[in-house]
């Protein structure tokens, strides 16, 4: 198994570009999420999808958008990239059982200039 | 889901053991307390959990006082590849996909 996947690993982009952040598991994991990290700081929520067709928001969910069409896929798009929007994303997976542990992707490095 | 408290930081010897304390002490009786590490910005990698009994598996032991105030996550013999951000995390066992990342512990394992 792959595990999570994330591409690109790297991104640049101009403030007022769009870009789509890709995720893919080959676990037939239920729940997926995307989570943004500033230098120096934990992890934050932005949305997560508990199936193919849901998604809900997270904690800093303002100027990102995702679907979930398929259950191995979880985009994260950004429709007017800025600034603020300068981190690391980082995809997680697990299975929907009370305890089930999150596995994360190695990230996309993502700067908006 | 409760809140937590870690040391910003702490050194350890190689080969020794490391113990990071985790105080939750509004953690409700139907929180675990889990164990995520993050190696110098690679996505955090899972590493135990537990609800009252004290756990170990192949990486780690994690002791809960009584109270289920605290906790420890010890790794018995610290390697230069155990320097890492170590995230003491207390959540229902339905919102487990809803992470809350502090600050975590700055492990530094020095040979």
């Known amino acids: 198994n792959a595990g999570v996947t994330q591409t690109p690993k790297f991104q640049v982009l101009k403030t007022g570009q769009s870009m789509t952040l890709q995720c893919a598991q080959d676990?037939?994991?239920?729940?997926m999420s995307w989570y943004r990290q500033d230098p120096g700081m934990g992890l934050r929520l932005i949305h997560y999808s508990v199936g193919a067709g849901i998604t809900d928001q997270g904690e800093v969910p303002n100027g990102y958008n995702v679907s979930r069409s398929t259950t191995e896929d979880f985009p994260l798009r950004l429709l007017s990239a800025a600034p603020s929007q300068t981190s690391v994303y980082f995809c997680?997976?697990?299975?929907?059982?009370?305890?089930?542990?999150?596995?994360f992707g190695p990230g996309t490095r993502l700067t908006v200039l | 889901d409760a809140k937590t408290t870690q040391p910003p930081s702490m050194d350890c010897a190689e080969g020794r053991a490391a113990n990071l304390p985790c105080n939750h002490s509004t953690i409700s009786g139907n929180e675990y307390v889990y164990w995520y590490r993050q190696i110098h910005s690679q996505g955090p990698q899972y590493i135990i959990h537990g609800l009252k009994n004290n756990e170990t598996n192949e990486m780690a032991s994690l002791i809960i006082t009584e109270d289920r105030k605290s906790s420890t996550l010890i790794l018995p013999h610290a390697t230069l590849r155990d320097t890492a951000v170590y995230y003491c995390i207390a959540l229902n066992s339905g919102n487990t996909g809803k992470l809350i990342f502090g600050q975590g512990t700055t492990l530094q394992v020095k040979p």
């Open positions: 997680a997976s697990s299975g929907l059982a009370g305890t089930d542990t999150q596995y």
């Open positions: 676990m037939n994991h239920e729940y």
